[in-house]
Nanobody, 124 residues
Framework: QVKPVESGGGLVQPGGSLRLTCTVS????????MGWFRQAPGKEREAVAA????????YYSDSVRGRFTISRDRVTGTAYLQMDSLNPEDTAVYYC?????????????????WGQGTQVTVSS
């Protein structure tokens, strides 16, 4: 069974950086798009970034474009989210997901497998 597991969250000061990692229990993810989503308290889940199976296509939300970078290791299926210039509005639980398709997509309906999430808190 495909089971994404996120790691790398924590407390960081505004302007700081964090790198999230998503490991998957099976190599199925190497042929699938992957994405990062987040949900802040009292808000709906939103897409943050997505990447195609071969990493040729990457997508970002307007709120993180230029600050966050999504990448993946095609051999292991591991995905990463490098987050720079963090601000308090980035505080949320971040989820990794594996898509049903090879393409990257920001639409959560195309994702079948979700991790439990990792907390990111940006505060001074």
């Amino acid at each position: 069974q495909v089971k994404p597991v996120e790691s790398g969250g924590g407390l960081v000061q505004p302007g700081g950086s964090l790198r999230l990692t998503c490991t998957v229990s099976r190599r199925t993810s190497t042929n699938n798009g992957m994405g990062w989503f987040r949900q802040a308290p009292g808000k709906e889940r939103e897409a943050v970034a997505a990447i195609s199976w071969n990493a040729d296509n990457k997508y970002y939300s307007d709120s993180v474009r230029g600050r966050f970078t999504i990448s993946r290791d095609r051999v292991t299926g591991t995905a990463y989210l490098q987050m720079d210039s963090l601000n308090p509005e980035d505080t949320a639980v971040y989820y990794c997901a594996v898509a049903r398709t090879a393409a990257g997509t920001m639409n959560p309906q195309f994702y079948s497998y979700w991790g439990q999430g990792t907390q990111v808190t940006v505060s001074s």
